[in-house]
């Protein structure tokens, strides 16, 4: 796949406009150009028109480069958006990289090498990773969707026929487990869309609110902070709803659940039977799991959900000898 004949790169930001003429004399493309525009809102307005392949923009101290990537991917962009700066910070470089921006660049870099980058970010799929979260989402929902009809189906024509054991719970479960599979293919394109918008929250009321409607039986929760902490509700509540069924489920006798905060963050702990160091390297990974009633995605979804937050989880033994959970959010 190349850019289409006539398409252009917008530039835009006081460094980045400097480039654009000599950028269009180095881009290899025949009449792909770059057009330098006067700023954030009509580089929206002419991405309407869907003849753009790629965006450059300035970052330093009369434009804010990364405050205008983020407005243009909340407004739906797609395309591949690269910073220009003037001897950025290492930190500078590495904030816009970690929100999601195509790439960072410095003014001294040749507009030949630029060209080259831009060619190639315009012709690979997806341009970032909020793009690549975005189109997953978009995606996994629908497969899921589409498959749980005919699985509708099947379900409906089995409860017509009369199997008999031993095949009739086989078969049953097998569906079911396919259910289940659809419906966390789906979760995890939602969980794993990066999070834009976050609310102080407090602890405690989300961990609370959490347990209550889950309806734990011979579990115990115990909240021991005040706590707040900024996220989105919604992928909050999954991240504790999964860490409580992994405790709960992973144990056999009552368990007693804890939430705290740390210096760094937050956790979540139990008295259960604990998780084998050996295990450890592996519990986040997708599809790891160690009962026949789950299918190794709830930890998995936990770490979805924090790194779509920008925050990190790691695993350890609890006081009590249990598993701790903690989640490390700045």
């Known amino acids: 796949m190349t850019p289409a ?27 792909t150009t770059a057009e330098a525009v006067p700023d954030t809102s009509t580089v929206q307005d002419r991405l309407n028109d869907g003849d753009v392949r790629g965006v450059v923009l300035g970052d330093d101290g009369e434009y804010n480069g990364v405050a205008a990537f983020e407005e243009l991917r909340a407004g739906g962009a797609e395309v591949p958006i690269v910073l220009v700066g003037t001897d950025p910070e290492p930190d500078r470089v590495a904030e816009a990289l970690r929100v999601g921006v195509t790439d960072y660049v410095t003014a001294e870099t040749p507009a030949s090498l630029l060209a080259a980058k831009l060619d190639a970010y315009a012709t ?33 024509r089995l409860e017509l026929l009369d199997i008999g ?79 409580f069924d992994n405790a709960v489920t992973h ?29 450890r390297d592996e519990v986040f990974e997708q599809g790891f799991g160690t009962t026949r009633e789950g299918e190794g995605y709830g930890l998995f979804l936990v770490d979805t959900a924090a790194r779509a937050h920008g925050w990190t989880v790691s695993v350890r033994d609890s006081e009590s000898g249990g598993t701790r959970i903690d989640v490390t959010t700045g």
């Open 251 to 279: 144990s056999e006798e009552p368990v007693t659940v804890t939430v705290g905060a740390t210096d760094s963050g937050f956790y979540v702990a139990d008295d259960g039977p604990g998780i084998p160091e050996a295990d």
């Open 5 to 31: 004949r006539g398409t252009v790169y917008l530039v835009a930001g006081t460094e980045a406009t400097d480039l654009a003429k000599a950028l269009s004399e180095a881009l290899t493309t025949d009449e």
């Open 124 to 156: 690979r799929w997806p341009t970032d990773w909020r793009v690549g979260a975005r189109q997953w989402d978009e995606i996994s929902s629908g497969v899921s969707h589409d498959a749980k009809n005919p699985l509708n189906v099947v379900m409906g």
């Open 165 to 243: 054991e031993p095949h009739e719970d086989a078969l049953f479960r097998s569906v079911n487990r396919v259910e289940s599979l659809l419906t966390d293919l789906s979760r995890i394109g939602s969980t794993a869309c990066p999070v834009s918008e976050t609310d102080s929250l407090a602890l405690a009321d989300v961990a609370t609110e959490v347990w209550a409607a889950a309806s734990y039986e011979d579990a115990t929760l115990e909240v021991q902070t005040d706590a707040a902490i900024d996220a989105e509700h919604d992928r909050l509540q999954l991240l504790l709803r999964e860490l």
